[in-house]
């Protein structure tokens, strides 16, 4: 999630009443609240690098208190004033807590269960940057400005509130849980149109259903059979017919595909990708070469890639170049 909503949600956690906690406590929840995104500093070592890091330990339950801690500790020296550490800590842990349970909204996923498990879990209910959830906390920081902007012209002397932007922020979570929920209820349904179909008389092996941007009832649909993969746009509110499904084939197995899987260009992309979709073409540039393309359908299409990683080989089927890319 970006960190707009993330840096809302622990605002209005704060003047939900988390601010009564300690001292200084909203910005400690919305420090907190943004912290474990401290891993895009992985960035600077290139795509690959910041794939392997991304969403992975910083976003762990294990980590959770630790950062917590840290919240809590630069709050500290940076304001130079004491702290009710118990409720600090407690709000610092609720804002780390926000963060993580947006993430796995969306189509991307936590590692949530590191050192246990590498297993990328994911609710595919939302989009990384959700337009509705902004919407939702926008109007919650608005509706307390322009009541006790009219508030102050209607009492005597425009005396302030001590509980500014309390009930905008109740509201405003209400809302954005009520919405969460929905959009549950929503992806479910989609999940349940595209398993009881068939595919070119072929029974899914699995499907996805991500998030459109701006439509709840739009979802993109992906399912995987045996020989193909189906792009089955979803619209809820119509009929679904997965004859309009897009087919894209799994290329045969080659020596040029094996060879490329073991570069940590594709390594990467294959640890994280869910739904890979590999694609082999003869390289204009290398005599008898190859061009081998892997990208996740999650993301983009083969027509406009977001995750994927690309090798060539020359004529005797050895690498000579492969990178990873994203966006």
């Known amino acids: 999630m970006d960190n707009l909503t993330h ?5 209005f956690l704060s003047r939900a009443g988390v601010n009564r906690w300690s001292p200084r406590a909203t910005a400690i929840v919305v420090l907190a609240a943004n912290l474990p995104d401290v891993d895009v500093v992985s960035a600077m070592g290139g795509a690959p690098g910041y794939l392997h890091w991304h969403r992975a330990w910083t976003h762990s339950l294990l980590a959770m208190p630790l950062e917590a801690l840290v919240a809590v500790a630069l709050v500290r020296v ?3 004033m004491p702290l009710r550490w118990r409720g600090a800590l407690a709000a610092a842990l609720l804002g780390v807590g926000s963060h993580v349970l947006l993430d796995l909204t969306n189509a991307y996923g936590v590692r949530v269960l590191l050192p246990f498990s590498s297993e990328w879990i994911r609710w595919d209910i939302a989009s990384i940057v959700d337009p509705w959830m902004l919407t939702i906390l926008l109007l919650g920081i608005l509706g307390p400005f322009l009541s006790r902007l009219v508030g102050s012209e209607i ?3 425009g005396a ?3 509980n500014y932007g309390r009930g905008g922020a109740v509201f405003a979570l209400s809302v954005l849980t009520m919405y969460v929920g929905g959009r549950a209820a929503l992806h479910a349904r989609a999940v ?6 068939l595919y070119g ?3 899914p092996l699995r499907v996805a259903a991500c998030p459109a941007p701006m439509n709840p009832m739009r979802w993109n649909g992906i399912v995987e059979t045996d020989g193909f993969y189906a792009l089955a746009p979803v619209d809820l509110l119509r009929e679904f017919d997965p004859d309009r499904s897009r087919i894209l084939e799994k290329p045969d197995p080659s020596p040029a595909l094996e060879r490329a899987r073991t570069t940590p260009a594709f390594r990467e ?3 994280f990708a869910q739904y890979p979709m590999w694609r082999v073409w003869p390289d204009e540039k290398i005599e008898n070469g190859t061009h081998v393309e892997a990208m996740d359908l999650r993301f983009g299409s083969p027509v406009s890639p977001a ?4 090798a060539r080989l020359d004529g005797n089927g050895k690498v000579v170049e492969s990178s990873f890319h994203f966006w």
């Open 155 to 157: 009492s005597l002397g």
């Open 78 to 80: 940076a304001f130079r």
């Open 307 to 310: 995750f994927f990683a690309r």
């Open 269 to 271: 992309l294959l640890r």
């Open 192 to 197: 349940s149109t595209l398993e009881s179909r």
């Open 160 to 162: 302030r509130t001590r």
């Open 7 to 11: 840096s809302l949600v622990g605002l």
């Open 201 to 203: 008389g072929a029974a």
